[in-house]
């Protein structure tokens, strides 16, 4: 079987990768960036930054910073007016993952009039202007991936938009641009990215290159992302989560995500929880219902992530792996739906809602176990604990 695989054609990786924007631009035959954006990097005097290393080169560029979370298509419409207006060559996100969707999806839409639902799977957008990715999170790995996702603003529907076209044509990964990150945010991204690689690991799609490098990611999020919560200033914990949220990201990208992302997007579209935050509510028990698909790879997965012993059978290997992802959210302090607010009304209204959309997304298929719609929203039951 031959694995297709794809990545940026230049990445930068560690401190100070983010302050070569314009030797990239260069090395690129780039020279007319929009910059994106949005009000919490601003506020910060990062974007400012970047534009005076432009400045300083001669380098002509614009910036946009209406990105909001969980990008929407009004957004990206908005973001598309100012790209058209100054004649843009490339587009730069400076920020988590929402503002590199958002950028990825100005960069492919730009020479597209269609609405961007017309794009979502199973269409895909090949084309598109270059993207450099500057990432402020560890991490959603959008630097490294073909994939958006985009809320339509009509329907509220989370729409994964994939394609070449929205593959960063470089990322400049600097976890120095992580220290301020908040707990919460911290974590949940962290969970993110954990997420990923373990998906990545079980995935149908799994190949021997993403293999390693989702274990080495998972292994280094499981040694690394309660430091980082516990001590945002630890160096040594944001570098190394900054590195397995980019490896994480190449590991999905390359082999998919899975049922855990699958049935996260409707729970964000629905009820604004945070990406990271509602991947966290799925994943010890979307993994425990799964590992019968997979118990070897998840048996790996549990090894890789030191919470089993070598000498551990596959079945115990698995059952400490459970216990061990729900410590993990537990003492990252990850809400259930109930705590986070949803009403058990709220909540069981939409199960089908949620079922249907997590089954057309198709993540479920690259699931070890393959759920039908039932089999879906019965999970969705038994993460809110009835
Ligand atoms: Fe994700």
Not at 149 to 158: A, F, H, L, N
Not at 326 to 343: E, K, M, N, Y
Request: hydrophobic share 45%.
């Amino acid at each position: 079987m031959t694995s297709n695989i794809n990545l940026p054609r230049i990445m930068r990786i560690g401190a100070e990768a983010s302050r070569m924007l314009p030797a990239t631009l260069k090395e690129l035959g780039l020279s007319r960036p929009l910059l994106v954006s949005d009000a919490f990097i601003v506020s910060l005097g990062w974007l400012e930054t970047l534009e005076q290393q432009l400045d300083k080169e001669g380098i002509f560029h614009r910036r946009f910073t209406g990105v909001v979370p969980d990008p929407t298509t009004d957004a990206i419409y908005a973001g598309l007016a100012v790209l058209r207006e100054n004649d843009h060559d490339c587009v730069v996100a400076l920020g988590g993952g929402s503002t590199i969707d958002s950028a990825k999806a100005i960069a492919a839409m730009a020479r597209r009039d269609q609405p961007i639902r017309h794009y979502k799977v199973p269409q895909t957008l090949d084309d598109g202007l270059p993207i450099i990715a500057i990432p402020t999170t560890a991490g959603t790995g959008s630097e490294t991936t073909r994939v958006a996702v985009i809320t339509d603003t009509e329907t509220q529907e989370k729409m994964l938009c994939m394609g070449l076209g929205l593959m960063p044509v470089a990322a400049l990964v600097d976890f120095e641009l992580t220290m301020t990150m908040p707990l919460r945010l911290t974590a949940d991204t962290g969970i993110d990215s954990l997420c990923h690689a373990l998906e990545a690991y079980v995935s149908r799609k799994a190949n021997p290159f993403t293999d390693t490098i989702a274990l080495a990611s998972m292994s280094a999020i499981a040694k690394h992302l309660p430091t980082a919560c516990k001590e945002p200033d630890n160096r040594e914990a944001r570098e190394a989560m900054m590195l397995a949220a980019t490896q994480g990201g190449i590991a999905f990208s390359n082999a998919s995500v899975t049922l855990i992302h699958g049935m996260s997007r409707p729970i964000g579209a629905l009820f604004h929880v945070p990406h990271g935050m509602s991947n966290a509510m799925l994943l010890p028990d979307i993994s425990a219902w799964s590992i019968s698909g997979a118990p070897a790879r998840y048996a790996t997965c549990a090894r890789a992530m030191q919470l089993a012993q070598a000498s551990d059978s596959d079945e115990l290997a698995n059952q400490k792996l459970v216990a061990g992802l729900r410590q993990l959210c537990a003492d990252l302090q990850v809400p259930t739906p109930a705590s986070f607010g949803i009403s058990k009304a709220q909540w069981h209204d939409a199960i089908p809602t949620m079922a249907q959309q997590a089954l057309d997304s198709g993540s479920p298929n690259n699931n070890p176990l393959i759920p039908d719609a039932a089999q879906i929203a019965s999970l969705y039951q038994t993460v809110w604990g009835s």
